[in-house]
């Protein structure tokens, strides 16, 4: 029996047939005979990956009812990082993903619907779309909107993205350009709808969906505004039909080696440090067991073999013509025994089918094996008396001179505060700047940090200065930022008890972190130190203050 089945059905759901008859979705007496899918938009006019998701949307409900389903749109919410950024609506973005998730939850599970495609595109929604589908485990089909295209400074001919904007705000406070600069480098960063073109959080979890199964091939790469984008909407529409047809659920697909594919890709192509948080709140809703430490792990194995922006020179057009995920996953596939090959995907094909007709077109943006920029990862956890259960630190964008580092601790307790410091000059060349109370509890929310680091990078401090914090950072935020410090402040970690001048050394080759304060001294800090009272003590963040977890397990809701 169809999961519809439980409302259309018998003489018992008359009712039922005839509001959803109201809905004009319902076009013959033969609708009742075929799947119900539901397409999970995540359309939104003021988020730029997401403005054009109300035409793709409507091109996934087409492709459905031409495969023989019938389609239900519903939509949910998105925060858009960049506008929420530097300000207390960032609070809103992590905990976002939450809702998300549940939205998803309820519209399926209320609706008995029989699969569904999910429409995501950036930052959180990526991640708490794959949360829902998981939960609710029905066949499931992801497609995004696509990647933004770089800009291109019209004056200067260089690339831009939304991450040379927050950076051109900090070169503009050493008077290194004017604002007349600064507005015309606004204007053309953001070129075309679409996700940001850098490798930044959005685009790493369109990428890993392609690795972890969800999505067909090009999902992660194909630009917004490329029509090849259209044949994957039409696929998709016709996947989902044939996955409820064959009974294929996200649980025969999320499995433990589809997550070590993920994470080898992530690696490979030096994501988001965000997709750490992600993956593992992912992971807990596939009933998968994953932990920061796997990252480290499956980091020693894999090379890191692209760069893209803000870690280098490159952007996601670039990986599209130079063959997308499956020439990357290719290229680790040489590797004997690191990828899953036999992990099914959506194509109904297994990855290693998937990715055999790939190839790299240009081995200056996908390189071979022996030729990769590491021979480790793009993303490292420490550990340290600093970070008992971990921090994260995007080591693909961290200049060779920083992975080592020592000095005084600049405290600040805010982010705001920390821009603030940071812009007028508290923050000089040899210090690690320490930003506290900004985890998943005290922010709360975890908010990003693109504002303090391109500050950091605009006022030319990026290869002396690293910043660490309890909060996370953006995707696009590049130097020695080092986020997620476990346990964070709020739950009285020893990130709480750092004193401004203390000595903090950094070995991320050693993927170690260690305040050089001693185990005494911390101790009698302790005896000193009291939670702080919550920011903000009604509404959701208040409720999700009292319920989030810590980040090193994914910042994920209790029970």
């Known amino acids: 029996m169809a999961l519809s089945d439980t409302v259309k059905k018998g003489a018992i759901r008359a009712p039922h047939r ?23 938009n995540s359309f939104v006019q003021v988020i730029p990956g997401h403005a054009h998701l109300d035409v793709v949307g409507r091109k996934v409900r087409e492709a459905v009812r031409a495969a023989g389903g019938v389609p239900f749109e519903f939509n949910c919410i998105g925060v858009d990082d960049g506008i929420a950024m530097g300000h207390g609506g ?17 519209m399926l599970r209320a609706h008995c619907f029989d699969g569904v495609v ?35 400074n019209p004056t200067t001919g260089e690339s831009l993205d939304l991450a040379s904007v927050f950076e051109a705000v900090g070169r503009l406070s050493t008077q290194s350009i004017t604002e007349d600069q600064l507005g015309e480098i606004e204007r053309h960063a953001c070129p075309t709808c679409g996700s940001c ?67 080898a890709l992530d690696m490979a192509m030096g994501g988001s440090s965000n997709t750490v948080l992600h993956t593992i709140a992912v992971a807990h809703e596939a009933g998968i067991p994953l932990s920061m430490r796997d990252f480290n792990e499956m980091a020693a194995r894999v090379p890191h073999l692209c760069k893209v922006a803000p870690s280098g ?7 599209d013509r130079a063959g997308g995920i499956s020439a990357i996953l290719r290229t680790l596939a040489e590797i004997p025994g690191l990828l899953d090959l036999d992990a099914f995907t959506v194509s109904g094909l297994t990855l290693g089918e998937t990715i055999s007709v790939a190839e790299v077109m240009d081995c200056d943006v996908i390189r071979p094996l022996d030729k990769a920029y590491s021979p480790q990862g793009g993303l490292a956890v420490l550990h340290g008396n600093l970070a008992p259960d971990g921090c994260v630190v995007k080591t693909a964008g961290v200049s060779p001179t920083m992975m080592t580092f020592a000095g005084p601790a600049v405290i600040f307790e805010s982010e705001q ?59 696009a935020t590049r130097g020695a930022a080092i986020g997620h410090i476990s346990p964070e402040a709020a739950a009285g970690g020893p990130i709480a008890l750092v004193e401004s001048g203390d000595l903090i050394e950094i ?24 939670p702080p009272e919550p920011k903000i003590r009604s509404g959701y963040l208040a409720r999700y203050a009292k319920l989030v977890t810590s980040a090193d397990t994914g910042a994920v809701l209790q029970v």
């Open 417 to 475: 505060e920390a821009s603030t410091g940071i812009l007028t000059g508290r923050v000089k060349a040899g210090d690690v700047v320490v930003i506290r109370h900004e985890g998943p509890k005290g922010g709360p929310g975890m908010p990003e940090m693109l504002a303090p680091t391109s500050a950091i990078a605009g006022r030319g401090l990026g290869e002396s200065v690293t910043l660490i914090t309890d909060g996370r950072f953006s995707g």
């Open 313 to 319: 020179k490159h952007y996601m057009e670039d990986i």
């Open 507 to 530: 070995d991320i080759p050693n993927r170690s972190i260690h305040l050089h304060v001693s185990a005494e001294t911390l101790a009698e800090r302790r005896t000193k130190w009291t």
């Open 197 to 263: 073109s850098g490798m930044f959080t959005a685009n790493s979890m369109n990428c890993l969906c392609e690795a972890l199964g969800l999505a067909l091939p090009g999902n992660g790469s194909i630009l917004a505004t490329d029509p090849a984008r259209d044949a994957l909407f039409e696929r998709a529409g016709r996947t989902i039909v044939r996955l409820v047809r064959d009974d294929v659920k996200p649980a025969d697909i999320l499995t433990r080696g589809a997550f070590a594919n993920a994470l």
């Open 18 to 40: 005839s509001l959803f008859r109201a809905t004009g979705a319902i076009r013959s007496e033969s609708d009742w005979e075929k799947p119900f899918i539901a397409i999970a």
């Open 118 to 152: 999910c429409i995501p595109n950036c930052d959180k929604i990526v991640p708490g779309m794959m949360m829902g589908a998981a939960r609710v485990n029905i066949p499931t089909v992801f497609v995004s909107g696509g990647p933004m295209r770089s800009g291109r």
């Open 90 to 106: 960032m609070r809103y973005s992590l905990a976002s993903r939450e809702i998300i998730a549940d939205s998803i939850e309820t």
